[in-house]
């Protein structure tokens, strides 16, 4: 199977093993779902509305019902908050969460390094987003005979960085939510 964040359907069978005891459905029933989880999967979720916020956006001066000046305000505020937000969650993650989880069932270890890998490859997903959100900064705050061509640009980039960010952050929580209603939050502070 091709674990690589631009191609996988999801987690492989070996690294589902908790999530089948601690099924999505039955997380907020868990006796150990606590304030630590709901925060982390509220910012996962915050990072699915900041993408779907833009791509509305997007599509909005695509069907000529914005301007290029209120998509270009859009792509600034959410586009920014989506990188700075998530290199800093994901940063979190690499240097505290995954090594303290990783320790705690070693039937996962391969999963968190799955998970690391997909940070590096959203670096690389986060830097063209950030070109096409350049681009079209650009283009649609000045004089452009068409805007449009660069909300275009832009709404490929984001489709894709979608793409793989929904896939990353579901297979991300099906992997650390078990290990937390399993195990506990011990060490993650």
């Given at each position: 199977m091709d674990l690589s964040l631009d191609t996988r359907p999801g987690l492989p069978e070996a690294l589902r093993v908790l999530l089948r005891d601690h099924p999505r459905e039955a997380w907020e029933a868990d006796p150990n779902f606590n304030g630590l989880i709901a925060f982390w999967l509220d910012r996962h979720m915050m990072f699915r509305q900041l993408s779907e916020a833009l791509t509305s956006e997007a599509q909005s001066l695509l069907d000529?019902?914005?301007?290029?000046?209120?998509?270009?305000?859009a792509v600034g505020r959410h586009g920014s908050m989506l990188v700075q937000q998530l290199r800093g969650h994901h940063q979190i993650e690499d240097h505290h969460y995954f090594p303290v989880l990783a320790t705690r069932?070693?039937?996962?270890?391969?999963?968190?390094?799955?998970?690391?890998?997909?940070?590096?490859?959203?670096?690389?997903?986060l830097e063209r987003f950030v070109q096409a959100a350049n681009g079209a900064l650009q283009l649609a705050t000045g004089d452009s005979p068409d805007p449009r061509r660069a909300a275009g640009d832009f709404l490929a980039a984001n489709d894709v960085l979608a793409r793989v960010l929904t896939r990353h952050l579901d297979d991300e929580e099906d992997l650390i939510v078990p290990v937390i209603l399993r195990y506990g939050t011990e060490g993650l502070g």
């Amino acid at each position: 199977m091709d674990l690589s964040l631009d191609t996988r359907p999801g987690l492989p069978e070996a690294l589902r093993v908790l999530l089948r005891d601690h099924p999505r459905e039955a997380w907020e029933a868990d006796p150990n779902f606590n304030g630590l989880i709901a925060f982390w999967l509220d910012r996962h979720m915050m990072f699915r509305q900041l993408s779907e916020a833009l791509t509305s956006e997007a599509q909005s001066l695509l069907d000529a019902q914005t301007d290029p000046r209120r998509f270009a305000g859009a792509v600034g505020r959410h586009g920014s908050m989506l990188v700075q937000q998530l290199r800093g969650h994901h940063q979190i993650e690499d240097h505290h969460y995954f090594p303290v989880l990783a320790t705690r069932d070693t039937r996962l270890e391969k999963g968190f390094a799955l998970l690391d890998a997909d940070h590096h490859a959203l670096d690389a997903h986060l830097e063209r987003f950030v070109q096409a959100a350049n681009g079209a900064l650009q283009l649609a705050t000045g004089d452009s005979p068409d805007p449009r061509r660069a909300a275009g640009d832009f709404l490929a980039a984001n489709d894709v960085l979608a793409r793989v960010l929904t896939r990353h952050l579901d297979d991300e929580e099906d992997l650390i939510v078990p290990v937390i209603l399993r195990y506990g939050t011990e060490g993650l502070g």
